[in-house]
């Protein structure tokens, strides 16, 4: 049987929930650094939403590993707003299964290190949200793993 114009409805409400979650959780990165403060990359999170950070291998190299709650999350952060500003976080390809409470995206984040120097991130992203789409609650981060490299020898040069 084919969904209702409700059940449509419904879906599309959902929907344009998720997207606009998705918009404030890339622009939350931008309002951590203005704010140079990690609070706000929590704000459309539930509060025991689940981050994992990929490639696995690289990060359980790095450590503390790659699966993170948002206060770890938040910590591992306080050190990157202190070598550069998140300038601009731009997402792509988004895709969004309002059934599921799921979405995907790619993204790019261009950093500006304190020292001048500057470079784009790319990641790709998958989200879990709660029932009506305001609040995600788990996300998978595939980071590019070389800009990361890269900040993290801005890290370790500030003595981070």
């Not at 609070?39 to 790095?62: I, N, Y």
């Not at 950093?111 to 784009?120: I, P, Q, R, V, W």
């Amino acid at each position: 049987m084919p969904p209702s114009n409700t059940d449509m409805a419904n879906l599309g409400t959902i929907k344009r929930a998720i997207e606009a979650t998705m918009r404030d959780f890339f622009l939350s990165y931008e309002d951590s650094s203005a704010a140079n403060s990690t609070s706000p990359l929590s704000r459309t999170l539930t509060p025991d939403c689940s981050r994992t950070m990929l490639p696995e291998s690289f990060f359980k190299a790095r450590g503390p590993g790659n699966a993170l709650n948002n206060a770890e999350y938040e910590q591992v952060l306080v050190g990157d707003i202190t070598v550069a500003r998140m300038k601009r976080h731009a997402m792509s390809n988004v895709v969004i299964d309002s059934e599921s409470r799921k979405s995907a995206a790619t993204s790019v984040l261009d950093l500006e290190f304190k020292d001048g120097d500057a470079t784009s991130m790319e990641l790709t992203w998958f989200f879990d949200f709660n029932e009506d789409g305001s609040a995600i609650k788990r996300v998978v981060e595939f980071v590019d793993p070389f800009a990361l490299l890269k900040l993290m020898e801005k890290r370790k040069a500030a003595g981070i």
